[in-house]
Nanobody
């Protein structure tokens, strides 16, 4: 499956953005999805994950309560809604897909994912 992330941009602290991850080539419904981010000079970190069915989600501690992952399998797209953004959320955000995922399974490690989008830059100004 090929992934295209979009929706990044420049936003003030406290603002919101919604990122999209559009899949092509294969049906996204067959894949678990994860969102990761990497800030300048920092290691890649987990933002959140969603199960193949969409019924289960989980988030990294820095974004819990502020970010929400969802998916619309009919549109072959996953989303990352980001609210109450902080300057420390500034990073390149990547979506990733894991094949052979269990319907309710959540996959937390980047090594689980074989397909990655190109990344979209999110910059939060103070």
């Amino acid at each position: 499956v090929q992934l295209q992330a979009s929706g990044g941009g420049l936003v003030q602290a406290g603002g919101s953005l919604r990122l999209s991850c559009a899949a092509s080539g294969r049906a996204l419904k067959n894949y678990g999805v994860g969102w990761f981010r990497q800030g300048a000079g920092k290691e890649r970190e987990l933002v959140g994950v969603i199960s193949r069915s969409g019924g289960s989600t989980d988030y990294g501690d820095p974004v819990k309560g502020r970010f929400t992952i969802s998916r619309d399998n009919a549109k072959n797209t996953a989303y990352l809604q980001m609210n109450s953004l902080k300057p420390e959320d500034t990073a390149v955000y990547y979506c990733a897909a894991k094949s052979n995922a269990i319907s309710s399974g959540l996959y937390y490690y980047a090594a689980h994912y074989e397909s990655w989008g190109q990344g979209t830059q999110v910059t939060v100004s103070s």
